[in-house]
């Protein structure tokens, strides 16, 4: 586990949550951003990056 792939995850959920609920394009888009993020950070941790849609609570 390291302090890089910590960081990254939860700044990537961080921004996921912000706009998941947003329905214009842009906040999808920051949406997406944030769960590439946080599967970046999972990858790096040894953990399976998430494969759902934003927003869909799996």
């Known amino acids: ?3 890089e792939g910590k ?6 959920y961080i921004k996921e949550e912000l706009n998941e609920h947003g329905k214009s ?3 999808q888009k920051k949406a997406q951003e944030g ?3 946080r599967n970046e950070g999972r990858v790096e941790d040894g953990k399976p990056p998430k494969t759902s849609k934003p927003g869909t609570g799996h």
């Open 7 to 12: 960081a990254k995850e939860a700044a990537g």
């Open 25 to 27: 394009p842009e906040s």
């Open 35 to 37: 769960r590439d993020l």
């Open 1 to 3: 586990m390291s302090v």
